[in-house]
């Protein structure tokens, strides 16, 4: 290619060095038409139809149908999906309930694209299409209310109207079984005075935990910062059509306020003037150094504390469901974030540096808190204690009798049972972190661009704490477009916030700076 370039270059500047002269006006002419057909012919071998052939590729897409717009074309994101006659379907967990028809996948459907893509054009031609058929059966879920749950009204035998709850319109019919029940500590006393004969002076029950003194019975009773569970079918337009909705009076559990306390925080403070990390070390979780900037840490506060549901903040201090949520930014390359339940939210400053305003730093955080807020690691270390236990069980019973990799086969086990779990807790995340965002007047569109700029700087398949339970960035861009088309629309978007760029471009740029590393000076 150089040396193409390079004769062409040659020829011209031969043919104008020799110009003056008339006896050469002829070779001229023939060096000037050799060049221009050098040139010519460069110009067609790399044409766009001949790029657009070397970028076609065969890829694997998995995502959320996020436009329709052909019975033979859908989106995903920014893939041009486009199927024929030759198309093959792979349907996963089917059974005798459900026959699926092609006509069935609709906006919100998740696929898996396999075939042909135009790096140009972003043109995908698919070759076959799997679908887990899971998803068009009933779902259940599990969530705490960020509001009370208006919109329901009682008749004289059942209950009818929409509440949100979990990122979600859910729609309850007559037909919906409405149900109130204890909690834990509300089970222990009724069982303790039925076990004394209801003498509640006899009831056998731990001072030291906190028990309300009456189960709900009313949805007038129920609050944010309750439980409520659903089952139910989401239709096309997202809402789920509830067939049970059984609300549940939160608490502070012994073990998880044992997992609170354990999360102990000894933090250094910064020197600011010197430019000195301060130190973020909580017990059993880690050190970090803390970014040596007090400009870019009062920023990302400010923006934290807006993000905080307004339940959160109307509990008082000495309410044991109340978080007491602090925001570090800490030094570390990695555009990453992570939560801890205690309310401690943690962001890179590689993840400041990526971004490119406010609203999208909000995604983030609102995704974050919501982790917190959700009872994410308590939930999830409870989520099927028992199979757990069988597992390692039976991979410990495995070795004692020769089985090899037993260890490996108990690791895989519950890896898959974890991440499968983990990938719910992450959409319940994105669909409540988008609440908060909207809550505190930030335009939701940004959060499908994070995604987007980390797909661009680490490609789709990132490992990172962060993205660990999503193979594909397009899934969770593809996830969060659906959402605010389904739930968002009737908002006018343009008139919320993004945030001053000019101001995030400084705070972006004195993370870098406050991030370097300082050359050593020399004595």
């Excluded at 509300?186 to 005075?193: G, R, S, T």
């Excluded at 009798?401 to 890896?415: D, E, F, M, Q, T």
């Amino acid at each position: 290619m150089k040396k193409l370039l390079s004769l062409v270059a040659s020829l011209l500047s031969s043919s104008q060095t020799n110009f003056h002269s008339a006896s050469n006006a002829l070779a001229v002419g023939k060096k000037r038409f050799f060049a221009v057909a050098v040139v010519a012919a460069f110009c067609l071998i790399h044409s766009p139809n001949n790029i657009n052939a070397a970028t076609i590729k065969d890829v694997k897409v998995r995502g959320y149908i996020t436009n329709i717009t052909s019975a033979n074309s859908f989106e995903i994101d920014d893939y041009k999906v486009t199927k024929d006659d030759s198309l093959t379907w792979s349907l996963e967990n089917q059974d005798a309930a459900y026959k699926f028809k092609p006509e069935d996948i609709r906006i919100g459907t998740e696929v898996e694209v396999q075939g042909s893509l135009n790096d140009e054009t972003r043109e995908l031609k698919a070759k076959k299409l799997t679908a887990d058929l899971e998803q068009f059966r009933k779902l259940e879920n599990t969530t705490v209310l960020t509001v009370s749950p208006e919109g329901i009204i009682k008749g004289e035998k059942d209950w009818s109207g929409v509440f949100i709850a979990d990122g979600r319109r859910i729609r309850i019919e007559p037909t919906t079984q409405v149900l109130f029940q204890p909690n834990k500590s509300e089970k222990k006393v009724a069982e303790a005075n039925a076990k004394a004969g209801k003498d509640k002076k006899d009831a056998k029950v731990d001072e030291n935990e906190v028990v309300p003194t009456e189960p709900l019975k009313d949805v007038s009773e129920v609050k944010a910062g309750m439980f409520v569970t659903y089952e139910g079918i989401e239709q096309a337009d997202g809402t789920v059509l509830a067939s049970k909705v059984v609300f549940i009076k939160n608490e502070l559990e012994k073990g998880e306020d044992k997992m609170w306390k354990s999360l102990k925080i000894r933090e250094k403070d910064s020197n600011f003037f010197e430019k000195t990390p301060g130190e973020l070390k909580v017990s059993t979780v880690g050190k970090f150094k803390l970014l040596p900037n007090k400009e870019v840490q009062d920023y990302v506060q400010r923006i934290g504390q807006s993000l905080i549901p307004a339940y959160q903040k109307a509990l008082p201090d000495t309410d044991p469901q109340k978080i007491n949520f602090r925001f570090y930014v800490i030094n570390d390359k990695d555009a990453n974030a992570f939560a801890l339940p205690n309310g401690i939210v943690v962001i890179n400053s590689g993840m400041l540096e990526l971004l490119k305003n406010e609203a999208q730093l909000a995604a983030v955080m609102a995704h974050e808190i919501s982790h917190a807020t959700q009872e994410h690691t308590w939930r999830q270390m409870n989520k099927d204690k028992g199979k757990r236990t069988a597992i390692m069980i039976g991979s410990l019973a495995a070795s004692l009798a020769g089985v090899p990799a037993a260890s490996s086969i108990l690791n895989l086990a519950l890896g898959a049972m974890v991440n499968g779990y983990q990938r719910r807790l992450e959409n319940q995340a994105d669909r409540i972190g988008l609440e908060y965002m909207v809550a505190a007047g930030y335009d939701p569109r940004e959060a499908p661009q994070v995604w987007k700029l980390m797909s661009q700087k680490y490609g789709d398949k990132i490992n990172t704490f962060f993205w660990s339970s999503h193979s594909n960035n397009a899934t969770r861009r593809s996830f969060l477009m659906v959402k605010i088309r389904n739930d968002y629309s009737q908002l006018d978007l343009n008139q919320m916030k993004r945030g001053d760029e000019k101001e995030y471009e400084t705070i972006a740029s004195l993370t870098k700076e406050a991030s370097a590393k300082k050359k050593k000076t020399k004595s």
